[in-house]
Antibody, heavy 121, light 107 residues
Framework: EEQLVESGGGLVQPGGSLRVSCAASGFSVSSNYMNWVRQAPGKGLEWVSVMYSAGNTAYADSVKGRFTVSRHNSMNTLYLQMNSLGPEDTAVYYC???????????????WGQGTMVTVSS | DIQMTQSPSSLSASVGDRVTITCRASQTISTYLNWYQQKPGRAPKLLIYAASSLQSGVPSRFSGSGSGTDFTLTISSLQPEDFATYFCQQSYSPPWTFGQGTKVEIK
């Protein structure tokens, strides 16, 4: 079964750092486009970052320069290093795989259960 | 960035009702439009991809249509397990963006 499991969330003070992880099973993170998507309490979904299979990355403007996505191929795990955190970063962080359909269409087809990050003093 | 606007933001409906949710993109996105269902405390689940294709395992009462800038998600006969929040998402160009969501509640 293809599955994603996030971990590492918690309470962090403003200005602090945190790293969250996403362990995959049933498929390889290095062969897929792997994303982080977040959801602030009671709010909608916001795409945060992607690591492409080639290893290049992209970020939302709201986190650019503060967040870094990486992966450990042998551990089949995706990471999100978050620095200079502010209250606006408080959210559930989901990792999600992009699946390709009909050779062209793409969608977030596998999601983890999410990990909560709370930024507060 | 491409802005996605859903309407309504919420609706109340009864079991058996036909429900339609609309999603509008700020620029043309062909059929690069996906729909997700999210229940409280759970991760989103892919329902429809490429505007009208049903994801494997999703009941046939769900359907999607549209192209260009205007899209719809239809639930032909609402079931108790369908009460949830629905999001559209464009996959035309990054940053991939979502609609603000439509909460379907029990009347």
């Amino acid at each position: 079964e293809e599955q994603l499991v996030e971990s590492g969330g918690g309470l962090v003070q403003p200005g602090g750092s945190l790293r969250v992880s996403c362990a995959a099973s049933g498929f390889s993170v290095s062969s897929n486009y792997m994303n982080w998507v977040r959801q602030a309490p009671g709010k909608g979904l916001e795409w945060v970052s992607v690591m492409y299979s080639a290893g290049n990355t992209a970020y939302a403007d709201s986190v650019k320069g503060r967040f870094t996505v990486s992966r450990h191929n042998s551990m089949n795990t995706l990471y999100l290093q978050m620095n200079s955190l502010g209250p606006e970063d408080t959210a559930v962080y989901y990792c999600a795989r992009i699946g390709f359909y009909d050779g062209n269409s793409a969608a977030f087809d596998i999601w983890g259960q999410g990990t909560m990050v709370t930024v507060s003093s | 960035d491409i802005q996605m606007t859903q309407s309504p933001s919420s609706l109340s409906a009864s079991v058996g009702d036909r429900v339609t949710i609309t999603c509008r993109a700020s620029q043309t996105i062909s059929t690069y439009l996906n729909w997700y269902q999210q229940k409280p405390g759970r991760a989103p689940k892919l329902l429809i991809y490429a505007a009208s294709s049903l994801q494997s395992g999703v009941p046939s009462r769900f359907s999607g249509s549209g192209s260009g800038t205007d899209f719809t998600l239809t639930i032909s006969s609402l079931q108790p397990e369908d009460f949830a929040t629905y999001f559209c998402q464009q996959s035309y160009s990054p940053p991939w963006t979502f609609g603000q969501g439509t909460k379907v509640e029990i009347k």
